[in-house]
């Protein structure tokens, strides 16, 4: 009895979802209809701002966030070379120093690749076409202080955990890297991964979704609802994939 109670709540929860977001996908079509003239103007001008803006943010962002990782790095650097190789609690201190390091690292990385995607706007103006090459300069000089800088936190984490292996530069980084952690270390690696998977698995619906309203309101085409797609289908396979191989070898 329990159990069929429980499933019936489950059900009435689904389909409640369901209506809810039936009515706000419906709600904000007739907003985007009733206000589609300035709406499109806005996001038309909105888009030719940060093309135009796009090399400064780029500039200031990048060396910022990378100014402020190398401050982390330098500090983990010194605590690390104070380690007395006893005291536990202080190297994981300075352990998740240099995890937040390398995360601000990344992030950063990854809006340089989104000011490059708006840079890529000006290119096709010949009037502006000087900054979007400057643009690109800038964004392949980040890029190379970003690999760079993470490579230094690789090396001070090896220096702490000699046993790690790997070096950021090559190909194999990440197979060898985990090959040389212990079952605790890897256990929290695959968890932290699934929880990955979990994420994206709810985001892409709804990316979808926006970029359907994209499409029909801005005329954004139907190449970016192909690439989510496409990036959608390669995480399910994959993961499919490998849980069946898994599976197949009794792990």
């Known amino acids: 009895m329990k159990k069929i109670n429980s499933e019936r709540k489950i059900l009435f929860q689904f389909i409640a979802v369901l209506i809810v977001s039936g009515l706000i996908g419906g709600l904000t079509g007739i907003f985007f209809t009733d206000h589609e003239k300035w709406i499109v103007y806005f996001a038309s001008e909105f888009q030719q701002l940060m093309a135009d803006l796009s090399p400064y943010l780029m500039t200031v962002i990048g060396i910022a966030g990378l100014l402020s990782s190398f401050l982390i790095y330098r500090t983990a650097q010194r605590r690390a070379s104070e380690w007395d190789q006893e005291n536990e609690e202080y190297i994981d201190q300075v352990e998740r120093q240099i995890e937040r390091g390398i995360i ?41 202080v970003s690999m760079v800088l993470q490579r230094a936190y690789i090396h001070l984490m090896q220096k702490i955990n000699p046993e790690k292996q790997g070096d950021a530069f090559e190909f194999q980084f990440q197979k060898k890297w985990i090959g040389s952690c212990d079952e605790l270390e890897r256990m929290k690696i695959y968890e932290s991964s699934y929880y990955s998977f979990q994420a994206l698995q709810k985001c892409f619906p709804v990316a979808v979704g926006i970029l359907l309203f994209a499409e029909v309101y801005f005329e954004a085409g139907v190449l970016p609802i192909i690439v989510v797609c496409l990036l959608w289908l390669i995480q399910t396979v994959a993961y499919k994939r490998h849980a069946m191989k898994l599976r197949r070898k009794g792990k």
């Open 104 to 144: 601000i690292t990344e992030i950063i990385q990854i809006f340089i690749f989104l000011f490059l995607g708006f840079l890529f706007l000006n290119l096709k103006d010949k009037k502006n076409a000087v900054a979007g090459l400057s643009g690109c300069f800038i964004f392949l000089v980040l890029s190379v």
